[in-house]
């Protein structure tokens, strides 16, 4: 097998992430930077160009239910940016690397191949050919991942993957920094907030925890973005050109309502 590959499609791609949207045609994603600028040519109406839609927002804004929902109903593909930093934090766990140690984390970052495999519950995500799904979403690489995300060698690493895997449009990213660095001239960007309370409570509901390891995961939550916030490469911030959506007190079919309605915006605009 090929170091990465979206198969069929992109076999000649090195970059270490493999793409496959289940049940559906391959994505329009592009792994290495000259063969970008081919498809891109290639594109002579840019107004059939699919967009590039950047959702960012702390945890338990609900980022990875709305870009998964958006993602299916555009017939776009749903890429989470926070699985590859979790990919990264487990491989550190597994290898005894220090989550302080710059140097050491980018050369596991280089030497390891994550697959983002988009399926319509989130993303399926492979560490060098093992499902690693369940195993990213625990305590342990929640905390690593934040930890790891904070050094600027890693977070370039990190970016230059991201840009290759939607530079070629019809994507929905979402992480933390998708607007600011990854794509700062994507067509929609979207900052989705809740207040903390409702935040924590929904990571709480959907980890299913209860009792007295709610609190502990509770304060965990804070300090990850406290960590996430206050970093200083790519802090998380809105970027200036965001919608900023506070769905505190919006279901989630307002929010993904809400989203379409500014990617026909969007389209329209470019007509
Ligand atoms: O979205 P998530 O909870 O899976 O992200 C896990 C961590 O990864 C988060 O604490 C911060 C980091 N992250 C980041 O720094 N930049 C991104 N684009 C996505 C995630």
Aim: net charge positive.
């Amino acid at each position: 097998m090929p170091a990465c590959a979206i198969f069929a499609r992109f076999p000649c791609c090195k970059a270490g992430i493999r793409l496959r949207q289940l049940g559906k045609r391959l994505p329009a994603c592009v792994y290495n930077s000259s063969f970008a600028k081919i498809q891109i040519k290639k594109m002579t109406n840019p107004s059939e160009r699919k967009l590039i839609i950047a959702i960012d927002g702390p945890a338990g804004a609900g980022k990875s239910t709305i870009a998964s929902r958006l993602a299916r109903k555009l017939d776009y593909v749903n890429l989470e940016s926070g699985a590859m930093y979790r990919a990264l934090a487990l491989r550190a766990i597994d290898w005894d690397v220090s989550f302080d140690d710059e140097e050491a984390l980018l050369k596991l970052a280089r030497d390891s191949r994550i697959v983002l495999e988009p399926t319509i519950g989130g993303n399926r995500v492979l560490l060098n050919g093992k499902d690693i799904s369940a195993r990213i979403r625990e305590r342990d690489v929640s905390e690593g991942a934040s930890r790891v995300s904070v050094h600027p060698k890693v977070r370039e690493w990190m970016v230059a993957k991201q840009r290759e895997m939607g530079i070629g449009g019809g994507v929905v990213m979402e992480g933390r920094d998708i607007g600011t660095k990854v794509f700062p001239d994507a067509d929609l960007k979207i900052f989705l907030d809740a207040d903390p309370v409702t935040r924590e409570q929904r990571r709480l509901d959907q980890q299913k925890v209860k009792g007295p390891s709610a609190e502990s995961m509770a304060a965990e939550l804070r300090e990850r973005d406290r960590r996430d916030r206050t970093r200083a490469a790519s802090p998380l911030v809105a970027a200036a050109d965001a919608v900023v959506l506070d769905s505190t007190h919006m279901s989630e079919d307002e929010v993904v309502q809400r989203i379409e309605e500014l990617v026909e915006q969007r389209v329209a605009a470019r007509r």
